[in-house]
């Protein structure tokens, strides 16, 4: 099972639609925030997609039907996901950490750094996928996420 997550696109709307593009067939397209208007117009390209979201602080107030916090459950994993400024995870991965474990998840998906990264922590998987957008440290990418009978396989790619 393919999972694409993606994060940060803040108004590349194009980036998503590529992702979209390059990715045909996954089982679930995930948004983490922050671009939650763009996941939403380039969706409409590709109907027939599974899609989720979360809303980031920088999405505008009109977006406030869209929830902060998703839970889904793919595969046999429990999968939490949000933007991440909830968590305060530019100064540490404590408080997602904690906020999953109490959800009894597998994988914490988060955005809001813009930095890739992937760590395992005791039977729980942190996993940000970086930007759809380059920065100025980091080059613009996504995450795709396959989940198999032998276990958990995130693998960050560039865009």
Same mark, same amino acid.
């Given at each position: 099972?393919?999972?694409?997550?993606?994060?940060?696109?803040?108004?590349?709307?194009?980036?998503?639609?590529?992702?979209?593009?390059?990715?045909?067939?996954?089982?679930?397209?995930?948004?983490?925030?922050?671009?939650?208007?763009?996941?939403?117009?380039?969706?409409?390209?590709?109907?027939?997609?599974?899609?989720? /979201?979360?809303?980031?602080?920088?999405?505008?107030?009109? =977006? %406030?039907?869209?929830? &902060?916090? $998703? @839970?889904? #459950? *793919? /595969?046999?994993?429990?999968?939490?996901?949000?933007?991440? =400024? %909830?968590?305060?995870? &530019?100064? $540490? @991965?404590? #408080? *997602?950490?904690?906020?999953?474990?109490?959800?009894?998840?597998?994988?914490?998906?988060?955005?809001?750094?813009?930095?890739?990264?992937?760590?395992?922590?005791?039977?729980?998987?942190?996993?940000?996928?970086?930007?759809?957008?380059?920065?100025?440290?980091?080059?613009?990418?996504?995450?795709?996420?396959?989940?198999?009978?032998?276990?958990?396989?995130?693998?960050?790619?560039?865009?």
């Amino acid at each position: 099972m393919r999972i694409i997550v993606m994060s940060d696109s803040h108004g590349s709307t194009s980036r998503v639609r590529q992702i979209f593009t390059d990715n045909p067939g996954a089982e679930l397209y995930l948004h983490l925030g922050d671009g939650a208007a763009d996941f939403v117009k380039a969706g409409w390209l590709f109907p027939s997609t599974a899609r989720m /979201g979360v809303r980031g602080n920088c999405d505008p107030s009109r =977006d %406030l039907d869209i929830p &902060k916090t $998703g @839970l889904v #459950e *793919l /595969g046999g994993k429990r999968i939490f996901f949000t933007h991440g =400024d %909830l968590y305060r995870v &530019k100064h $540490g @991965l404590d #408080e *997602l950490e904690a906020a999953a474990r109490e959800k009894g998840a597998d994988i914490a998906l988060f955005g809001h750094t813009h930095t890739a990264l992937q760590e395992y922590r005791d039977g729980l998987w942190l996993i940000n996928p970086g930007s759809v957008l380059d920065g100025s440290h980091t080059p613009a990418g996504y995450l795709a996420l396959d989940i198999t009978p032998a276990g958990v396989v995130p693998v960050h790619r560039k865009i």
